[in-house]
């Protein structure tokens, strides 16, 4: 990869910080909490979050519907499947989140020589309550919240709206994320370069595949690709 770079975007979610818990330990006390023996685990959830996203009126709402579609599938009622996001809602609050290692030197360090942007799928409440958390909620020249300002990612309107907002064109951005399904496949939709951070996705063969894969952010801030 070999491109002038003006302007990076970044993915949000297990890019730059991490929930303290897994999803999973937080699902299963949903169960308890809901007096519900488990139904479904928490990879089913995140494997239909995307999809719920346009029709969905917030993410306390998304997950009644996701849950309750999960529910009746493993053969239980929908209200029973509407109970345990609600519980899962009560213990997945979004101020239990930390920055991953990095995180706070990859924006410094790039804030000096590139504009920034944050595009990520989730609902602006939930997703600027994190940002708070974390102590970077000043530090983007603007942030797509896809999904509610625009379509979820992959689609490529949430990086074309960051875009027009930095005053840069594709081909002279780049996008960074975990995500091969939306923030790869995204950015490629757009026509930003992509680098890949992996988390605990594993593909020998990343499809669709990333201009770049790194290790981490430190990596990134060390050896950007581009440079």
């Known amino acids: ?77 929908r209200a029973t499947g509407e109970a345990v996001a609600r519980a899962y809602t009560a213990e997945r609050v979004p101020h239990d989140v930390e920055l991953l290692a990095g995180a706070r030197e990859t924006i410094d360090r790039f804030a000096e020589e590139y504009r920034l942007a944050l595009v990520t799928n989730g609902s602006p409440e939930m997703q600027r309550r994190k940002l708070e958390t974390v102590g970077l909620e000043d530090d983007f020249e603007t942030v797509v919240y896809a999904g509610y300002d625009a379509p979820a990612k992959p689609a490529p309107e949430p990086f074309e709206i960051a875009l027009e907002a930095l005053e840069t064109p594709p081909d002279r951005a780049v996008h960074v994320g975990n995500s091969l399904s ?30 770049h894969t790194l290790e981490s952010l430190s990596e990134l801030v060390t050896e950007p690709p581009w440079a």
């Open 1 to 77: 990869m070999t491109a002038a770079i003006d302007a990076i975007c970044f993915d949000l979610d297990d890019t730059l910080c991490t929930h303290r818990r897994s999803p999973q330990s937080v699902l299963e006390l949903a169960f308890e909490d809901a007096g519900v023996s488990p139904l479904f685990p928490a990879s089913d959830y995140y494997d239909r979050f995307e999809a719920y996203l346009e029709e969905s009126t917030d993410v306390v709402d998304l997950r009644e519907r996701c849950f309750g579609d999960l529910a009746v599938e493993a053969g239980a009622d």
């Open 182 to 211: 939306s923030d790869v496949a995204g950015a490629r939709a757009a026509g930003l370069w992509s680098v890949w951070i992996p988390d605990d996705e594993e593909a020998t063969t990343p499809d669709p595949e990333p201009d």
